[in-house]
């Protein structure tokens, strides 16, 4: 092994003793040992004394002592060429490739180390064992300029997505804002006509009112008394029982439907006694009553939205139809309250006959039908409870006990005024005709003022969420605002995840398709010091409680790319998810396009170089490049 000193000069190579010259150059160079960085050949130099001084400034030794294959200096700074100083670093010139610094420790190893030098000068020392590395860095730095390259036209499709979505959002923003201002005009509008129905009925209220004040005590005007005093009680009465009568129908289609799906579904061969016997009670039911069956089937195919509109439409009928009289109020009142008890009695029958097969199936049986009835009536129970507390405290706020005292003491009044004799039945008559006609135009009036407030509470949700999507933070250039809403999923096999943006992620089991929620959109992450919003990174919180956990949630972070995709997720922590997305949302964009870039400069550049002093470091890549190179 030659342990002179490898002095480089130009792209030529001298070895020699401490101080050694080129001769033959013709003109002066730089000369430095194997090993040192470029950057650093003026502390490879000698000084006055012809000593090297320990680039950390520690120690002084003569200059015949670098590379001489002993580590003298604390700092490994006085062997760059060779692997003597274990904390040295030695510095690969790689040419077409990056410049890279090798740990001092895997020099003449007898490993070729292309993953740092590319260009094989790490094993020179060949009489004493070095391999024999031929130079790679034409094909390495051709890979790796290839990958760049891609890399580069992925983020510049990205930005060219970017920049289109910007040009969209700005013209979605003008579009909505405009939509804004018409229905923010509409419901303007829409006030000014309530309050004048709203006029009509209470003039009309107030002549009923003065009308019936001002009748005598006979028997008309004590039904007119009975229809002042007690209808709108019974009205009340009415919708309460009706508020009941919506949700105990759609317990009754559920219930009915779980039983239905086991009858279709299960595995006859398990020949399970708890299933049998279900089934044959639920048969003798369904014998008994077959539209029950045909009617939940209906309500299966029908949205939430038509679900909704049809209950509205019912109830704007049955307003029609039954409120103009405590009469006809009352009729309608008794079939609501025959038709709660029998839904009680249903209700409980196929509850029952679910809760016993839940708890009597055999399990070692694995039937996905029965299972997911079993799943589906916990699902059940949740909403059921929930629902009876709803209806609970409407019925509480309404004091529900003393209108149902109401009603009683009205259909007394009722009867006994229908038994008594008439005085006049042609003036009974007339006066009957002129109540009729007067009644009808409340209720008209009634009717559109209801209608009208429906409407205008309807317009009124609609402009206040436009108006809240338009103020909140939807990144830059509203880069967020086309895609509000939209949910992107993915299917790792077990489960699929669903993340809408700016709204909500939710897991769904692939088996059993239970859903959890993984939280609702809280916000954008943070970056730097001064806590800006890194738009990359969305975070979704308050999910579904975990069994003895906390509630679920799940952290969104976007990557470069022209399309929106879920790539991975992953839960790290217990019930805390990590999704990785693609997105042009994390693709920079140019100052030119007058957007801002998502991401800001310093999560786009690494550090590209290492500092000219710190010639001790381990790193095992150093990203400047040299203009001889």
Known sequence: MTLGLVLYFGNNVAVSG????????????????????????????????????????????????????????????????????NNGSFYCVNKGHVPARLSSKRVNDGVCDYDVCCDGTDEWDHDNGAARCPDKCAEIGAERRALEEAEQRVRALGSQKRAQ???????????KEVELAHKASELDELTARLAKAEELKNELEEKQRLTREASDKSRDARKQTLEDDYLVDIVTYRKALSHELHRKRLHRDTLILMLRSVREKHNAEYNDGAVKEALAKYAEFIDAYPYMEQAALEYADEDEKSRTERQLQMDRDNEAQDDISVAACCEAVGIYENELETLGDDITLLYELLDKLRANYDRNYHDLAVKAADVGLGEFELTRDRDQAAVDAHNSAANIDTLRERVAEAKQIHEDLANA?????????????????????????????????????????????????????????????????????????????????????????????????????????????????????????????????????????????????????????????????????????????????????????????????????????????????
Not at 29 to 56: T, W
Not at 165 to 175: P, S
Request: hydrophobic share 25%; proline share 5%.
């Open 421 to 629: 004799a008439d005085d006049s039945p042609d003036e009974k008559n007339e006066e009957k005709e002129n109540d009729a006609t007067f009644e009808q135009k409340l209720a008209s009036a009634r009717t559109d003022f209801w209608d009208l407030q429906s409407t205008k509470n309807t317009l009124s949700g609609a402009v206040s969420n436009m108006r809240e999507l338009l103020e909140k933070d939807l990144g830059p250039s509203d880069i967020y605002l086309p895609y509000s809403g939209k949910c992107f999923s993915l299917d790792t096999g077990e489960y699929t995840y669903e993340l809408c943006l700016l709204d909500r992620a939710s897991q769904v089991g692939n088996k059993d398709s239970a859903r959890q929620g993984l939280g609702s959109f809280s916000g954008f992450g943070s970056s730097g010091s001064d806590g800006s919003a890194d738009y990359t990174v969305m975070k979704f919180t308050g999910g579904t409680k975990c069994w003895n956990g906390p509630e679920r949630s799940i952290t969104a972070t976007f990557e470069c790319a022209e399309d929106i995709k879920v790539v991975s997720v992953s839960e790290p922590e217990k019930c805390e998810y990590l999704a990785k997305m693609t997105g042009p949302f994390a693709c920079p964009v140019d100052d030119k396009d007058g957007a801002d870039s998502i991401q800001s400069e310093s999560d786009n550049t690494s550090n590209d170089s290492t500092s000219a002093s710190d010639s001790n470091s381990n790193a095992e890549v150093v990203e400047h490049k040299h203009d001889e190179l």
């Open 18 to 85: 401490a101080g050694t010259e080129d001769s033959s150059s013709n003109q002066q160079k730089q000369l430095y040992p194997r090993g040192v960085d470029p950057a650093l050949a003026k502390q490879y130099q000698p000084n006055n004394a012809n000593n090297f001084v320990c680039l950390d400034g520690s120690l002084e030794i003569p200059f015949a002592r670098v590379n001489d294959d002993y580590c003298d200096c604390p700092d490994g700074s006085d062997e760059p060429g060779t692997s003597a100083c």
């Open 165 to 175: 979505i910007a040009f969209e959002a700005k013209e979605l923003r003008r579009e």
